[in-house]
C-alpha cells in the first residue's frame, strides 16, 4: 500500500515533457485505404491521427480523453498505395483540461528507408470525467527547440480554434491580436 501511495506521489511530482508523450504509429497503405486513383483517403489518415494522437493525450494525463478539434491538416504530396507510413505524436502544450497535440506524419523512402515528411496535423483533446466533464490534466515542459515553439505558439493556435468553433468573441483573442500587432 505504502509503495502505492509512493508510486503515485512521485507520478505526482514528475515533470512532464513533450517527449514522455510520445506515439509512433508505422502502417503500410493497403488497397482498402486508397481512392480511385491509388492513393491514400484522407479520411483514413485523419483516423491514424486521431487514434495516435489520444495514446499521446492519454500518455500525459492518464485520463479519459476526447476530441475537441482538429486543426492544420493538408495533404500537400499523395502518399501511394503500398508506401510506409510512420506517424509521430506528442501533447505540445496542456492548458487547463485541453491539450494540444502535434502529429507528424513521414514516409518511407522505398530505397533508403529515409522518412520523408509528408503531412502533419494539430489536434486539440480534453481530459473528461465519467460523466464527460472536462477535468484539469498537468502542466508541461517543452525541452528542445521545436518543442519550445511549438508550446510557444500553442495558445495563438487555440484562440484562433476557438474562434472559428463560435467559442470566443475575436476581441478577446489577446495572443492571436499580439501577433497582428507586433
Ligand atoms: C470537448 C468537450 C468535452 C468540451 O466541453 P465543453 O463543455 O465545451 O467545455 P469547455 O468549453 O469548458 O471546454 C473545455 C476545454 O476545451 C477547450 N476547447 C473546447 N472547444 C475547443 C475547440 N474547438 N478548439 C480548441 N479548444 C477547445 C476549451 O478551451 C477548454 O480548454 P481549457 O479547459 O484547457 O481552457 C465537449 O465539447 C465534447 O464532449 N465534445 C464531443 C467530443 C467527442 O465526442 N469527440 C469525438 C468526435 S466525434
Redesign the pocket.
Given at each position: 500500500m505504502f509503495g502505492v501511495i509512493f508510486a503515485q506521489n512521485s507520478e505526482m511530482v514528475k515533470t512532464r515533457t513533450p517527449e514522455s508523450t510520445l506515439a509512433i504509429n508505422t502502417e503500410i497503405v493497403l488497397p482498402n485505404d486508397t481512392n480511385t486513383l491509388g492513393n491514400l483517403m484522407g479520411g483514413k489518415l485523419l483516423h491514424w491521427m486521431d487514434v495516435i494522437a489520444a495514446i499521446s493525450a492519454h500518455r500525459l494525463c492518464k485520463r479519459v480523453c476526447?476530441?475537441?478539434?482538429v486543426n492544420n491538416v493538408t495533404f500537400p504530396k499523395p502518399i501511394k498505395l503500398g508506401d510506409i507510413v510512420t506517424l509521430r505524436s506528442k501533447v505540445s502544450r496542456s492548458?487547463?483540461?485541453?491539450m494540444e497535440i502535434y502529429i507528424d506524419v513521414y514516409v518511407e523512402d522505398r530505397s533508403t528507408s529515409e522518412q520523408l515528411k509528408v503531412n502533419e496535423a494539430i489536434y486539440?483533446f480534453?481530459a473528461?470525467d465519467q460523466l464527460?466533464n472536462?477535468i484539469s490534466v498537468p502542466a508541461i515542459e517543452p525541452v528542445t527547440e521545436e518543442e519550445k515553439a511549438r508550446f510557444d505558439g500553442a495558445l495563438r493556435r487555440?484562440q484562433l480554434?476557438?474562434i472559428l468553433?463560435g467559442?470566443m468573441k475575436p476581441s478577446d483573442a489577446t495572443e492571436l491580436k499580439a501577433l497582428f500587432e507586433g
Open positions: 476526447v476530441t475537441a478539434s492548458f487547463s483540461s485541453s486539440t480534453v473528461v464527460g472536462p487555440k480554434s476557438l468553433a467559442k
